[in-house]
């Protein structure tokens, strides 16, 4: 059984950066990978970054791409988000899942393993 708990989010200002660690513990051997979502409530959830399976890749979505940087540390059993200048519209909850990246739906697609979220926000 895969547990997931993220920590690190927080309160910043505009054009700070943050980062999100995701800690993965447990073991499945049909694990696809973990990747991260966001919620702002009374909207869907949105993928964020996850693996591309086969490629070695990470898929961004472009509200993120070229901000956000997703990375893992196998020693650590840690999956990172690092967020670089942020925007008052990154605000949300964020999640980490087991997840892949979905070719049909060009989306990210949560599997079943869920984090329990951390709060970021930012605002001046």
């Known amino acids: 059984q895969v547990q997931l708990v993220e920590s690190g989010g927080g309160l910043v200002q505009p054009g700070s950066s943050l980062r999100l660690s995701c800690k993965v513990s447990?073991?499945?051997?049909?694990?696809?990978?973990t990747g991260w979502f966001r919620q702002v409530p009374g909207k869907d959830r949105e993928g964020i970054a996850c693996?591309?399976?086969?490629?070695?890749?990470?898929y961004y979505a472009d509200s993120v791409k070229g901000r956000f940087t997703m990375s893992t540390d196998d020693a650590k059993s840690t999956v990172y988000l690092q967020m670089n200048s942020l925007k008052p519209e990154d605000t949300a909850v964020y999640y980490c899942?087991?997840?892949?990246?979905?070719?049909?739906?060009?989306?990210?697609?949560?599997?079943?393993?869920w984090g329990q979220g951390t709060q970021v926000t930012v605002s001046s």
């Open positions: 447990g073991f499945a051997s049909d694990y696809y990978g």
């Open positions: 899942a087991e997840a892949i990246y979905g070719d049909d739906l060009e989306a990210c697609i949560g599997a079943g393993v």
């Open positions: 693996p591309i399976m086969g490629g070695g890749s990470t």
